[in-house]
C-alpha cells in the first residue's frame, strides 16, 4: 500500500446525534446528507440566518416529502459549547476563521470529530464526493486539493455502476447469513460470489425468480463445491486496451485462469484478476501451436474442478474465433458457458482509416471472410463471383499469405483492379501499420507492410479516400502509426 494523504472510512450515523450550525446551502446539503445516513441532526442557527435551501428542507423533512431515514431539529439559536454534549460528530458553515476555530475547539474538547465546511485547517474529517447505490457506497477524496476532479470522477463512476446495483446489494445483504452458514471460506463462497456479482452489474434489477437462483446456486455449492465451473468466452478487441467492454472487464477481474491467444496485448492482461492463472493457447500459422481439441480439454477440466474460465479471443468470439466449437463441447459436458463480445478487427479497420464499411455510395453490403483454409491455402468454397460484387465492402481476414491470390480472384471475376483496398497490421497497437492503394497491388501492399503480422485486408469502394491519401494510388503508400494519427 502506498502512501495515503487520508484514510477512508465508513461513519455508522443511523440514529446518532449530529449537532451543526449555520443557514447556507452548504449547511443545507450537509445537513441532507448526514439525514440520509440515518443521523438526528440538530442545527443551531437564529431563524433569520436561515437560508432558502435550509428552510426548503426544513419544510420537506415536516411534510414527510423527503424520504430519508434521520431527522433534521432546528433550534432558534446560535450554538454553544453545551450543544456537542452526547454527539457523534459536528458541522458547521461558518463565515469568520475566528469563529471557526472556535467551533472547531469546542468541538475537539468534547471528543466529538470537526468538519468546518470550505475550511480544511479547522477540519478533523472531509465529506467527498459520493456514489450512492446504498447499501453500495462509493467515497471519493482529493484531499481538498481539486473537488472538480472528484466531480469528474464521481460521473465516470457513475457511467460504470448501473442504478439496478442498489437492489443487487440490497439482496447480497439478506443472502449473506445464508452464504456464512453453507458455504466455506475459499473456492466455494467465491465462486458463489463472483456468479452474484456478474449477475449485479445487468441492468435488471433482481426480482423473485433472481433470490431463488442465488439461494439455489447457494445450496449446490454447498453439496457440491465444483458446481461454480463456468466458462466465459471474453473477446478482447483488436489489440488496445480502451477497446475492451466493460463486461470484458469484469470478467476477467472475476476469472480464475484465462486461456488467451497470443494475439491478445500485454496491455488487456493487465486488467485482469491478478490471482488468475494465465495460460497461452494461441493459434497462429507458421508457429507451433495449441490444438483446438486441447483447448477444449483443458476448458472442460479446469471448469470440471470448479473454476471460473475465461477464454480470451483477440478481436470478437463470434467472428473467425471458433467459437462454435468450443461451445458445442461445452455444452455436451453441461458446463455453463457465456458470450462476452468484443470488438472485431473489421471495426477497427474502419475507425484506423476513418471510413464507414457501409457508406451508402460504396456499399451496399458488408461481408466478412476468412482468407485461409484449414489447410494453410484459400478456401475452396468461396462464391469468388459473388465477392466480386462493386457494390459491397469485403473483409479479409487472416489472408496475408494470400492477399496475392485473392486479388487475382476477384479481378478474373470482374472486379476491377482500380478497387480501393486498405491493409494493416496489427491494428490500434503501438505498432499499427496501414497502407491504401488498388486492388492490383494487393499482394505488394501486403508484403511491404509484413506478412508474418496480423494483416487485414479491406476492399471496397468506401476506402476510395484512404487512397487517395496514400499518394498516387499504386501501393505505394507511407506507413501511419496510430500514435502519429492521433
Given at each position: 500500500?502506498?502512501?495515503?494523504?487520508?484514510?477512508?472510512?465508513?461513519?455508522?450515523?443511523?440514529?446518532?446525534?449530529?449537532?451543526?450550525?449555520?443557514?447556507?446551502?452548504?449547511?443545507?446539503?450537509?445537513?441532507?446528507?448526514?439525514?440520509?445516513?440515518?443521523?438526528?441532526?440538530?442545527?443551531?442557527?437564529?431563524?433569520?440566518?436561515?437560508?432558502?435551501?435550509?428552510?426548503?428542507?426544513?419544510?420537506?423533512?415536516?411534510?414527510?416529502?423527503?424520504?430519508?431515514?434521520?431527522?433534521?431539529?432546528?433550534?432558534?439559536?446560535?450554538?454553544?459549547?453545551?450543544?456537542?454534549?452526547?454527539?457523534?460528530?459536528?458541522?458547521?458553515?461558518?463565515?469568520?476563521?475566528?469563529?471557526?476555530?472556535?467551533?472547531?475547539?469546542?468541538?475537539?474538547?468534547?471528543?466529538?470529530?470537526?468538519?468546518?465546511?470550505?475550511?480544511?485547517?479547522?477540519?478533523?474529517?472531509?465529506?467527498?464526493?459520493?456514489?450512492?447505490?446504498?447499501?453500495?457506497?462509493?467515497?471519493?477524496?482529493?484531499?481538498?486539493?481539486?473537488?472538480?476532479?472528484?466531480?469528474?470522477?464521481?460521473?465516470?463512476?457513475?457511467?460504470?455502476?448501473?442504478?439496478?446495483?442498489?437492489?443487487?446489494?440490497?439482496?447480497?445483504?439478506?443472502?449473506?447469513?445464508?452464504?456464512?452458514?453453507?458455504?466455506?471460506?475459499?473456492?466455494?463462497?467465491?465462486?458463489?460470489?463472483?456468479?452474484?456479482?456478474?449477475?449485479?452489474?445487468?441492468?435488471?434489477?433482481?426480482?423473485?425468480?433472481?433470490e431463488a437462483k442465488a439461494r439455489g446456486l447457494i445450496e449446490r455449492l454447498a453439496t457440491a463445491p465444483d458446481a461454480g465451473g463456468r466458462v466465459t468466452l471474453v473477446g478482447a478487441g483488436?489489440?488496445?486496451?480502451?477497446?475492451?467492454?466493460?463486461?470484458?472487464?469484469?470478467?476477467?477481474?472475476?476469472?480464475?485462469?484465462?486461456?488467451?491467444?497470443?494475439?491478445?496485448?500485454?496491455?488487456?492482461?493487465?486488467?485482469?484478476?491478478?490471482?488468475?492463472?494465465?495460460?497461452?493457447?494461441?493459434?497462429?500459422?507458421?508457429?507451433?501451436?495449441?490444438?483446438?481439441?486441447?483447448?477444449?480439454?483443458?476448458?472442460?477440466?479446469?471448469?470440471?474442478?470448479?473454476?471460473?474460465?475465461?477464454?480470451?479471443?483477440?478481436?470478437?468470439?463470434?467472428?473467425?474465433?471458433?467459437?462454435?466449437?468450443?461451445?458445442?463441447?461445452?455444452?455436451?459436458?453441461?458446463?455453463?458457458?457465456?458470450?462476452?463480445?468484443?470488438?472485431?478487427?473489421?471495426?477497427?479497420?474502419?475507425?484506423?482509416?476513418?471510413?464507414?464499411?457501409?457508406?451508402?455510395?460504396?456499399?451496399?453490403?458488408?461481408?466478412?471472410?476468412?482468407?485461409?483454409?484449414?489447410?494453410?491455402?484459400?478456401?475452396?468454397?468461396?462464391?469468388?463471383?459473388?465477392?466480386?460484387?462493386?457494390?459491397?465492402?469485403?473483409?479479409?481476414?487472416?489472408?496475408?499469405?494470400?492477399?496475392?491470390?485473392?486479388?487475382?480472384?476477384?479481378?478474373?471475376?470482374?472486379l476491377s483492379p482500380e478497387t480501393p483496398v486498405a491493409v494493416a497490421a496489427n491494428l490500434s497497437r503501438a505498432d499499427e501499420t496501414r497502407r491504401a492503394g488498388r486492388l492490383a497491388d494487393?499482394?505488394?501492399?501486403?508484403?511491404?507492410?509484413?506478412?508474418?503480422?496480423?494483416?487485414?485486408?479491406?476492399?471496397?469502394?468506401?476506402?476510395?479516400?484512404?487512397?487517395?491519401?496514400?499518394?498516387?494510388?499504386?501501393?505505394?503508400?507511407?506507413?501511419?502509426?496510430?500514435?502519429?494519427?492521433?
Amino acid at each position: 500500500m502506498g502512501p495515503l494523504a487520508t484514510l477512508p472510512v465508513f461513519f455508522d450515523l443511523s440514529d446518532k446525534r449530529a449537532a451543526m450550525a449555520g443557514g447556507s446551502a452548504g449547511a443545507a446539503w450537509k445537513a441532507e446528507l448526514l439525514a440520509a445516513a440515518g443521523a438526528r441532526v440538530d442545527l443551531y442557527e437564529p431563524a433569520e440566518s436561515l437560508g432558502e435551501e435550509m428552510r426548503a428542507l426544513l419544510a420537506a423533512l415536516a411534510a414527510g416529502t423527503l424520504d430519508v431515514p434521520g431527522s433534521l431539529r432546528h433550534h432558534d439559536r446560535p450554538w454553544a459549547t453545551d450543544v456537542f454534549e452526547g454527539a457523534a460528530l459536528a458541522v458547521a458553515d461558518i463565515e469568520t476563521d475566528g469563529e471557526a476555530q472556535a467551533f472547531a475547539c469546542a468541538a475537539r474538547a468534547a471528543g466529538v470529530p470537526v468538519n468546518v465546511i470550505d475550511k480544511p485547517a479547522f477540519c478533523q474529517f472531509r465529506f467527498g464526493t459520493i456514489v450512492n447505490r446504498s447499501p453500495a457506497v462509493i467515497g471519493i477524496s482529493t484531499d481538498g486539493a481539486a473537488p472538480i476532479l472528484g466531480q469528474a470522477i464521481r460521473r465516470r463512476i457513475e457511467t460504470l455502476l448501473p442504478q439496478s446495483l442498489a437492489a443487487w446489494a440490497g439482496l447480497a445483504a439478506r443472502l449473506r447469513e445464508r452464504v456464512m452458514e453453507r458455504l466455506a471460506p475459499g473456492p466455494a463462497r467465491r465462486a458463489f460470489w463472483e456468479r452474484f456479482s456478474g449477475e449485479a452489474f445487468g441492468a435488471k434489477a433482481p426480482d423473485a425468480g433472481d433470490e431463488a437462483k442465488a439461494r439455489g446456486l447457494i445450496e449446490r455449492l454447498a453439496t457440491a463445491p465444483d458446481a461454480g465451473g463456468r466458462v466465459t468466452l471474453v473477446g478482447a478487441g483488436p489489440g488496445e486496451a480502451e477497446f475492451l467492454t466493460l463486461k470484458a472487464v469484469r470478467a476477467l477481474q472475476a476469472a480464475d485462469v484465462i486461456l488467451f491467444d497470443d494475439l491478445v496485448s500485454p496491455e488487456v492482461l493487465e486488467l485482469a484478476r491478478r490471482e488468475a492463472k494465465r495460460m497461452l493457447v494461441g493459434k497462429r500459422a507458421s508457429r507451433t501451436s495449441c490444438k483446438q481439441e486441447d483447448i477444449n480439454a483443458t476448458m472442460i477440466a479446469l471448469a470440471k474442478a470448479g473454476r471460473h474460465v475465461v477464454r480470451l479471443k483477440s478481436g470478437d468470439v463470434s467472428v473467425f474465433g471458433r467459437a462454435g466449437e468450443e461451445i458445442e463441447e461445452l455444452r455436451r459436458e453441461n458446463i455453463p458457458v457465456e458470450i462476452v463480445p468484443g470488438i472485431t478487427a473489421a471495426s477497427a479497420l474502419a475507425a484506423a482509416f476513418s471510413v464507414s464499411l457501409t457508406h451508402r455510395d460504396h456499399a451496399q453490403e458488408l461481408r466478412f471472410v476468412t482468407g485461409h483454409s484449414r489447410k494453410g491455402d484459400l478456401p475452396d468454397d468461396l462464391d469468388w463471383r459473388a465477392l466480386a460484387n462493386p457494390r459491397a465492402t469485403t473483409i479479409f481476414y487472416m489472408g496475408g499469405r494470400m492477399a496475392g491470390r485473392i486479388a487475382q480472384a476477384l479481378v478474373r471475376e470482374g472486379l476491377s483492379p482500380e478497387t480501393p483496398v486498405a491493409v494493416a497490421a496489427n491494428l490500434s497497437r503501438a505498432d499499427e501499420t496501414r497502407r491504401a492503394g488498388r486492388l492490383a497491388d494487393l499482394g505488394a501492399i501486403v508484403e511491404a507492410v509484413g506478412v508474418d503480422r496480423p494483416i487485414l485486408i479491406g476492399v471496397g469502394g468506401v476506402f476510395a479516400a484512404a487512397r487517395a491519401q496514400s499518394g498516387d494510388g499504386r501501393g505505394e503508400a507511407e506507413s501511419w502509426s496510430t500514435a502519429a494519427a492521433g
